[in-house]
């Protein structure tokens, strides 16, 4: 199985967990954790019918992580990062920036933490949210229109890569995962670069990507893309565990987790995009 960092601490999907939980919820059922037949002893034949005719607990009654229940913790984390990026939208330079150190800081605990907390995954959503406002607002006074663009473009690929995932066409594989963690690196390591020599004023604009073109194409809309692919493969991540964890039939809890992991990628791909789209528009102008 391949591990996402982040989700490789938690036992809800790495190896230490695989028979932590047993088979899942659906061992849950005749006495909630009894065979059918451990919960006969000692029951009257009414107990025995009633016990029967019940309907079969649910992944709520059993504490167990599900589908829906991901879906509606990763919506309401997603609802405080919208609430976040209204406020950060036309706030001074100085909240987006507290913003952006707040998330990093707390990505990295919640990314450390075996057990998660709703709190912090809400607080990082939030912390996020203004500093995905605030340059959203910085980028749509350069280049008007694009916020839009990336906003669409993000819904677009996360659609397309669940609709995959979904059909089973496309699955995480060690290899690929591997090669994911080692493309990571290396695009880390060249943004600092950039970074440096922006600040260096070797490069006026941190949009070129060190000035270069291949074949007229800015060289920061090349490693763009290449990096938009690496951020699917990353939402791919993201469902293949949180198809784990359902499986393995992990506690609640950790729908939390799951919820954390998705917000984080889709941040990462819609910056990503806007950033792509801002190089675009600042070479149509030159």
């Known amino acids: 199985m391949a591990f996402k960092p982040g989700f490789d601490q938690s036992p809800a999907f790495n190896d230490a967990g695989r028979n932590a939980w047993g088979a899942g919820a659906g061992q849950q059922q005749a006495g909630w954790g009894q065979t059918p037949q451990q919960a006969q002893g000692g029951m009257t034949p009414e107990q025995l019918q009633y016990m029967y005719d019940r309907p079969s607990a649910s992944t709520v009654d059993t504490d167990r992580m599900s589908y829906e229940d991901t879906i509606v913790k990763t919506l309401l984390a997603f609802g405080v990062l919208v609430v976040g990026a209204v406020a950060g939208w036309n706030a001074p330079i100085i909240v987006w920036i507290i913003g952006a150190v707040a998330g990093f800081v707390l990505a990295l605990v919640n990314m450390f933490k075996k057990k998660p ?3 912090l995954v809400l607080a990082y959503s939030f912390a996020q949210g203004l500093f995905v406002g605030g340059i959203s607002h910085y980028y749509q006074n350069a280049f008007g229109g694009i916020v839009v663009q990336a906003v669409f473009g993000t819904l677009g690929v996360f659609a397309v890569t669940l609709a995959l995932f979904a059909s089973g066409k496309v699955r995480a594989t060690p290899k690929a995962t591997r090669f994911f963690l080692v493309a990571m690196v290396g695009y880390l390591v060249f943004s600092l670069i950039n970074l440096i020599l ?3 004023g070797v490069t006026q604009t941190a949009f070129g990507a060190l000035g270069f073109e291949i074949f007229g194409i800015p060289l920061g809309v090349i490693i763009g893309i290449l990096v938009v692919v690496m951020a699917a493969y990353s939402l791919i991540l993201d469902f293949d565990q949180i198809q784990t964890g359902v499986r393995r039939g992990a506690p609640r809890i950790y729908a939390w987790t799951a ?10 791909l819609y910056l990503e995009i806007l950033r792509i789209l801002a190089i675009v528009a600042s070479s149509q102008r030159n």
Not at 259 to 268: P, S
């Open 117 to 119: 907390s709703p709190g």
């Open 198 to 200: 922006m600040w260096t």
């Open 259 to 268: 919820a954390f992991g998705l917000i984080v990628t889709i941040v990462w």
